[in-house]
């Protein structure tokens, strides 16, 4: 069973666009969402993350918004730059848990 | 600067064979975690260890194991391969139980023939 629910697979969108990545979870003891990037090649990083106290937190170009009672959250990414071309993983953890990973977003900006 | 350092960038085995896939931090971290990346599934959790000789069963554990006899290595096992564990495999570390800041691995990709 899928713990945390991620679309879409792949998204394309235009420079200075902004592409929004949508996640969602089922159990209410998730209390830390980060978002991690992979760029070809290389490991996932961590981008971003947020507790469930704040709706919005902001990083630059990266903003993730958090609605508990919906149990969603997305990433926004302002300004989209060629540079931002990754695949994004959102997931989700509870206390002294491991995380649970959404499967992707292949995301592509074009110049 | 910190770094999880995967032995093998590619790796071509046959079917059948044993299989070792190692894993070292730099970083004296407490938790060490593998899992295998396929398109369109995400990152699926394999085994993890939250302490040296201690291992957890992750979401797909059949056809693995682990080894951690010391805090920087953390080894993956294949012990009969199958082309169906044709993936990357990628490793990761926290530093405690409650730094959700994973450090990955650059992957190792397996394929079995």
């Known amino acids: 069973q899928q713990q945390v629910k991620q679309s879409p697979q792949s998204l394309i969108v235009q420079k200075g666009g902004i592409p929004i990545i949508n996640c969602a979870y089922e159990n209410t003891a998730f209390d830390y969402f980060p978002w991690y990037q992979q760029f070809p090649g290389k490991g996932p990083a961590l981008l971003i993350a947020i507790r469930p106290d704040v709706s919005e937190k902001k990083e630059g170009r990266f903003t993730i918004s958090f609605n508990k009672s919906a149990k969603q959250f997305s990433l926004h990414i302002m300004d989209s730059q060629p540079g931002d071309s990754a695949t994004y993983f959102c997931a989700a953890s509870k206390a002294l848990g491991r995380l649970y990973f959404g499967r992707g977003t292949q995301l592509t900006v074009w110049p | 600067d910190v770094k999880v350092t995967q032995s093998s960038r590619y790796l071509v085995k046959r079917t059948g064979e044993k299989v070792f896939l190692e894993c070292v931090q730099d970083m004296d971290h407490e938790n060490m975690f593998w899992y295998r990346q396929d398109p369109g599934l995400g990152l699926r959790l394999i085994y993890f260890?939250?302490?040296?000789?201690?291992?957890e069963k992750g979401d797909i554990p059949e056809g693995y194991s682990v080894s951690r006899e010391k805090k920087e290595r953390f080894s993956l096992i294949l012990e009969s391969a199958s082309t169906n564990q044709t993936s990357m495999y990628l490793c990761?570390?926290?530093?405690?139980?409650?730094?959700?800041?994973?450090?990955f691995g650059s992957g190792t990709r397996l394929t079995v023939v």
């Open positions: 260890s939250y302490d040296v000789k201690m291992k």
């Open positions: 990761a570390s926290s530093l405690t139980r409650t730094d959700y800041g994973y450090t």
